[in-house]
């Protein structure tokens, strides 16, 4: 009788910190079993693929640089694509060789002064490896920071900012509106005054609307929200 080692779960989640270098396009994927004919579309998932830049590795889960993938399924078959996510801050990246922006745990600036200069000027990350939504016609990519980066669904090639949040700090899990198929989503504006802002984006529209706000003197970071 042979036996398969199994792995432990601490290796099993050191493996979700093995950089990807490579996009991937592979027409037929092996099909164990018979897939309904009825099935088709395409499944399409964010998450961090790379982890070193420039000689220096990212900290954490929300940190890899993002990819795209997709599973389509059309007559029984199953094809599979994936590209990075062409956001600004893996343009800098690739360009560069080194982490430009700051991600939600790896600060990219060394020095004293560079980091003390960073408090005032932040470079806010666009990396959306954290979660997808469909707005309407439009496919966008999410992170902790508010902003978004959409995407072409067939290609996966990266179509902009589709709208700009009213604050600093967001969250990747928005909610439907099921009366107006719009996104409902809040932004945590910082400054000497701080507040909630509870947003709704119309599928068609590129502004939210604030439509509820809450001052708050410490405000918290938040993942998600019901």
């Given at each position: 009788?042979?036996t398969v080692e199994k792995a432990s779960p601490a290796a099993s989640a050191r493996r979700g910190f093995d950089s990807l270098a490579e996009e991937t396009h592979v027409r037929g994927l092996p099909v164990r079993g018979?897939?309904?004919?009825?099935?088709?579309?395409?499944?399409?998932?964010?998450?961090?693929?790379?982890?070193?830049?420039?000689?220096?590795?990212?900290?954490?889960?929300?940190?890899?640089?993002?990819?795209?993938?997709?599973?389509?399924?059309?007559?029984?078959?199953?094809?599979?694509?994936?590209?990075?996510?062409?956001?600004?801050?893996?343009?800098?990246?690739?360009?560069?060789?080194?982490?430009?922006?700051?991600?939600?745990?790896?600060?990219?600036?060394?020095?004293?002064?560079?980091?003390?200069?960073?408090?005032?000027?932040?470079?806010?990350?666009?990396?959306?490896?954290?979660?997808?939504?469909?707005?309407?016609?439009?496919?966008?990519?999410?992170?902790?920071?508010?902003?978004?980066?959409?995407?072409?669904?067939?290609?996966?090639?990266?179509?902009?900012?589709?709208?700009?949040?009213?604050?600093?700090?967001?969250?990747?899990?928005?909610?439907?509106?099921?009366?107006?198929?719009?996104?409902?989503?809040?932004?945590?504006?910082?400054?000497?005054?701080?507040?909630?802002?509870?947003?709704?984006?119309?599928?068609?529209?590129?502004?939210?609307?604030?439509?509820?706000?809450?001052?708050?003197?410490?405000?918290?970071?938040?993942?998600?929200?019901?």
């Open positions: 009788m042979s018979e897939l309904p004919p009825w099935l088709t579309g395409s499944l399409i998932r964010t998450g961090p693929a790379k982890w070193d830049v420039g000689g220096r590795t990212m900290n954490h889960w929300f940190d890899g640089l993002a990819m795209l993938h997709r599973f389509a399924f059309v007559e029984g078959g199953v094809s599979y694509a994936s590209r990075f996510l062409e956001s600004r801050a893996f343009r800098a990246a690739s360009d560069r060789g080194e982490i430009a922006y700051s991600e939600f745990a790896t600060d990219p600036c060394r020095s004293l002064f560079q980091r003390v200069s960073a408090m005032f000027s932040p470079k806010l990350t666009d990396n959306a490896n954290v979660n997808l939504t469909r707005l309407g016609e439009r496919f966008i990519s999410m992170t902790e920071t508010p902003i978004p980066v959409e995407f072409d669904a067939q290609t996966l090639a990266a179509a902009g900012v589709p709208y700009d949040p009213p604050g600093h700090l967001s969250t990747a899990h928005p909610h439907l509106d099921r009366a107006t198929k719009g996104m409902l989503n809040y932004a945590a504006k910082l400054g000497p005054r701080s507040s909630y802002r509870f947003f709704l984006l119309p599928p068609g529209a590129a502004k939210p609307r604030v439509i509820a706000s809450a001052h708050v003197s410490r405000p918290a970071y938040m993942h998600s929200f019901g």
